[in-house]
């Protein structure tokens, strides 16, 4: 059974919007609502792209810088 829950109260408005930068920066043209019409290339670049920045903001924060 699927779970689509956040963990962390307020995220998913954080994680939108991380979503909607991401793709302008890769050229994914992502629009409010309903995206079914990306391919599996174009969702996982974002995606990809988005735990790529998360997994950056985590070591910096753990350096300390």
Do not use: C
Request: charge should be positive; proline fraction near 2%.
């Amino acid at each position: 059974m699927a779970r689509n829950r956040s963990l962390v109260p307020g995220a998913k408005g954080l994680l939108d919007a991380m979503k909607y930068e991401t793709s302008k920066e890769v050229g994914v043209n992502l629009k409010e609502g309903y995206n079914g019409d990306l391919t599996a290339r174009e969702a996982g670049k974002v995606g990809g792209n988005m735990v790529r920045k998360m997994i950056s903001q985590a070591e910096k924060q753990l350096s300390g810088k």
